[in-house]
């Protein structure tokens, strides 16, 4: 065996469902051959027993031998032994099989969602994230579990067929023609099953996207009255999702069932067949046991064979899902021959907006719309590009006079290597998530002193929060941060921005949940805290534009006007009026 999770689960095969799969079964080969091994000696041995019977039945009655009666009873006993050890063992690799898989889909999944950064919010539901990361590597890790399963029962099978062939025409003609019947038989059942499982799948991606929305904004219901009328549109959805689950229920008690009576109706003619041929006299009541004991065990080979129809068809819906996830591709590339950024303490020019950023000051822009504000801090981090693009470098004057762009010391952002814009510019907005895991590993993943931890949490006013946490910085942080409020996780949010001492940061209403005593500390502590260095507030607040050493009044997508904050409430009524409607006045 080997260790889960892999060090390297690989480059998958995504062009397909069936090719992941395959793929998956390539990187697992090994175990996947010991799985099947097993089960087939387990197996083997597990279809001994009717012809030991028999032998033991004809020793005792027909040839009334006790030494050979004795002699088949230790070897049915023996047999029985073995079957205890062996299946033991092919159940560990059976499960192992399902983990590895199983593990290896979500590491290759994390690692493309890390890779596609904001694109999979845009391109993908969160819902069916969700599900791939849950149910469809459940799904994917079960089909691997069932192929020692299925490589046991068709040489299982094929064993007995030969056996009963051998023994009687008649009786091994009837297994080996009514086998592949029963196979064929549950065909059409297959198609009709795999569309109600996408269906139910489709159901459950749409209503945990519904639930995590109806969560994120459910302060926000409650305040205008529109909790009731989302929960009756989630109740709706629920119950279309529970008929889909209860129609997919019917068609899965349907392949049991078939699993049941075909197999039995199988049984039952081997079983007619096999009392006529003893009571001709073709063969021993021994033989005639053992071709019933035959019969009846191929109930357990034909119905792994049956179950694994339906494993397959669960698993290629969840290899469907997956190949969509893993077939996306970032909307943000890197630039075929990258260029090396400018040197260290440039500013920012959106020739979109006309909004310069000057290198080392604090730069507030309060745009009239939040998606403006959110779309300008995407461009000037590259999370989204822009025609012209935006410049990186020895920027300079108005923004109504940005850089040339053939300045020897400005680079367009989408001229330089990804990994380098984003180690030089961080964005850092109210959607950005703390994970599960002590407070500490959390701000600051990478390590840093106490002093400098000290430091980031007083500028973002989030002391107390670290106080009031049961084991300080060394305690626990649920999912999400869902022990904290909404203002509470924009402090953390904003200490672990800060501890990531970007060259240029960016931050988008990094306080627009908490109250004003706390953000007029913040606006004072920020400022003093990144004095010297470029950084950009996205924002309507008067008590942080107060403390900017610039602010950019952005309407209808263009810079306005510039200024600091109380040159431009004395010339700019549309400023004026902005910012007094964020303050609430």
Not at 95 to 124: C, D, E, P, S
Not at 220 to 231: D, N, S
Not at 457 to 470: C, F, K, M, R, Y
Not at 537 to 564: F, I, M, N, Q, W
């Amino acid at each position: 065996m080997y260790a889960i999770p892999a060090p390297d689960p690989g480059t998958p095969d995504h062009r397909s469902p069936w090719r992941y799969v395959v793929w998956t079964a390539r990187r697992q080969w090994r175990t996947l051959v010991l799985a099947s091994l097993l089960s087939i000696l387990f197996m083997g041995v597990q279809a001994l027993p009717p012809a030991l019977i028999g032998r033991a039945l004809d020793a005792g009655l027909s040839e009334r031998d006790p030494r050979a009666l004795l002699f088949w009873v230790a070897i049915l006993l023996a047999a029985g032994v073995a079957q205890a050890v062996l299946a033991a063992l092919a159940h560990r690799a059976d499960v192992y099989n399902w983990f590895h898989a199983g593990y290896r889909t979500m590491q290759i999944v994390a690692r493309r969602a890390g890779r596609l950064g904001i694109t999979l919010r845009r391109r993908v539901s969160s819902g069916e994230v969700v599900a791939v990361g849950s149910s469809d590597m459940e799904e994917l890790g079960e089909l691997t579990e069932y192929t020692g399963m299925l490589v046991g029962s068709l040489v299982t099978v094929a064993g007995i067929s030969a056996y009963l062939l051998a023994s009687s025409g008649t009786l091994g003609l009837l297994v080996v023609v009514g086998v592949p019947a029963i196979v064929v038989a549950m065909g059409p059942l297959i198609a009709p099953f795999h569309r109600r499982t996408t269906t139910h799948r489709e159901r459950l991606a749409d209503l945990a996207d519904q639930a995590g929305d109806i969560v994120a904004g459910l302060r926000v219901l409650r305040g205008i009255g529109g909790e009731r009328m989302f929960a009756r549109r989630y109740r709706a959805a629920s119950q279309e999702t529970r008929w889909a689950g209860v129609r997919v229920g019917r068609f899965d008690a349907l392949l049991r069932s078939a699993e049941i009576l075909l197999p039995g109706l199988l049984v039952a003619a081997v079983v007619w067949f096999g009392a006529r041929a003893a009571l001709a006299g073709e063969i021993t009541p021994g033989q005639l046991v053992t071709f019933y004991g035959y019969a009846a065990y191929l109930v357990v080979p034909l119905q792994a064979l049956t179950a694994v129809l339906g494993t397959a068809v669960a698993g290629h819906v969840a290899a469907t899902r997956i190949v969509r996830v893993l077939a996306l591709r970032r909307d943000i590339v890197d630039p075929a021959v990258p260029v090396p950024g400018p040197a260290p303490g440039g500013g920012l020019s959106d020739p979109v907006s006309g909004v310069v950023v000057r290198p080392g000051v604090l730069t507030a822009v309060a745009c009239a719309r939040p998606a403006e504000g959110l779309a300008l801090a995407e461009r000037l981090g590259r999370l989204r590009d822009s025609d012209p693009p935006v410049l990186f470098g020895a920027v300079s004057g108005a923004s109504t006079d940005p850089a040339p762009p053939d300045a020897a010391d400005v680079v367009a952002l989408r001229d330089m290597a990804l990994a380098e814009v984003r180690r030089r510019i961080l964005v850092s907005d109210n959607d950005a998530w703390l994970f599960p895991g002590p407070l500490r590993a959390e701000l600051a993943p990478d390590g840093t002193s106490e002093e400098r931890l000290a430091a980031a949490l007083h500028a973002a006013s989030a002391t107390d929060i670290v106080a009031a946490l049961p084991g300080g910085l060394d305690g626990l942080v649920a999912d999400r941060g869902r022990e904290f409020s909404g203002g509470q996780q924009q402090r953390l949010r904003l200490a672990r921005a800060l501890l990531m001492e970007p060259e240029v940061l960016v931050l988008v209403e990094p306080t627009s949940a908490v109250d004003a005593h706390t953000e007029a500390a913040i606006g004072e502590r920020l400022a003093k805290y990144r004095s010297g260095r470029t950084t950009v507030l996205v924002t309507t607040s008067p008590l942080l534009l107060d403390r900017a050493d610039r602010v950019c009044h952005v309407a209808d997508g263009r810079s306005a006007a510039e200024g600091t904050h109380r040159e431009l409430l004395d010339r700019d009524p549309g400023y004026a009026r902005l910012v007094r409607r964020g303050a609430g006045t």
